[in-house]
């Protein structure tokens, strides 16, 4: 029988530390453990819109942990999500399960958005810490999510949507529950791909206004189990500057009464 490390409640212990230094470790290692060149004409074949998949991700003994700590979120920190037939719970406020805030906090990282834009080639990506519709999600037997294309704008980031991932924390699942999640041609006529949320599974995928996209059939997993996933959103600017760039000024101009940079003086 697979042993499995005790969670402490404590941020202060030493063994939760280690815990802690072991995932941002992983993450500071990820691009020598994972090459994202190595992948990048993988991302960029994929059907119907560039996406890959990477099965066991995090290391097991951490994800084996991850993985039990949405039980630990209280429940009036979750929302109930309910449109057109879709019904999942979901919650981005992770502060009481510790590892997994850890986790969020590397995909918000810069190392991690680096190791992205050189898998996906998508340019100066932005994280969003506030975890506008992204977050934990967790989904129940007879539940399902419903067909649809993704949010395009961030509001509190005033950005363009860019990029989606995933990574399924549930501990276990059986292909026999159902939850694919079915990405569909842009006419909406068949699926194109139909992905397992297997534990420990990684998925990044590119926005795009036409993907239609979701897990339709209701689940059929026992009540004790549901399907969990972690959902984080990337995002770009197209935005200009309200001024013309410059550097950090330590320079007056006396006559102008204005900074100046030395280096367009003459």
Known sequence: MKKKLPISNTHNTGLNQDLHQQLYIFFNNLIRKINPRDYFWDYKSGNPVPYIVFDNFLPEHLFDLISQEPNKIPDHTWNDF??????MKECKSVIDAPLLHTLV?????GVFVDWLERLTDHKKLVPDPHLIGA?????FKNSSLKLHTDFNWNDELALNRALSLILYINPVWEEAWQGDLEFWDFDRK???QSISPKPNRLLIWNYDPRLIHGYPIPLECPEDQARLTLRMFYFQSDGKPREEPHRSLYWWDEIKKQPLDDRTQK
């Open 82 to 87: 309910t449109r057109n037939g879709s019904h």
């Open 105 to 109: 906090n590397c995909f918000n990282s």
């Open 135 to 139: 977050g934990v999600s967790k989904t």
């Open 190 to 192: 068949k699926i194109v």
